[in-house]
Nanobody, 126 residues
Framework: QLQLVESGGGLVQPGGSLRLSCAAS????????IGWFRQAPGKEREGVSY????????NYAGSVQGRFTISRDNAKNTVFLQMSSLKPEDTAVYYC???????????????????WGQGTQVTVSS
């Protein structure tokens, strides 16, 4: 059974940091492009960060550029999202997703991702 499991979410004060993990079971993550997405109440799901399987190329949404860093540990079959300088507007459920195909610059097209985790809640509040 192919499965993605996110962890690491929680409550943090503005300016704080969190590291989210996306662990895979049943398949090898290093062969997949990985995207992190988030969805706030009443809003559409949006792409946050992306890393590809071929050369480790990364991409970030403008709203998180310079604050979030995506990385992968192939030995652990896990992808991480390090989030720093968190803001209240970063509050959302965060999802990781995996896709086997290469789609060039279509980093955050949700329909292109085959496997999704269940999400982890991140709340930024004082």
């Amino acid at each position: 059974q192919l499965q993605l499991v996110e962890s690491g979410g929680g409550l943090v004060q503005p300016g704080g940091s969190l590291r989210l993990s996306c662990a895979a079971s049943g398949f090898t993550l290093e062969n997949y492009d990985i995207g992190w997405f988030r969805q706030a109440p009443g809003k559409e799901r949006e792409g946050v960060s992306y890393i590809n399987a071929r050369d480790g190329h990364t991409n970030y949404a403008g709203s998180v550029q310079g604050r979030f860093t995506i990385s992968r540990d192939n030995a652990k079959n896990t992808v991480f999202l390090q989030m720093s300088s968190l803001k209240p507007e970063d509050t959302a459920v965060y999802y990781c997703a995996a896709r086997a195909g290469y789609y060039g610059g279509y980093y955050f097209e949700t329909r292109l991702y085959e496997h999704w985790g269940q999400g982890t809640q991140v709340t930024v509040s004082s």
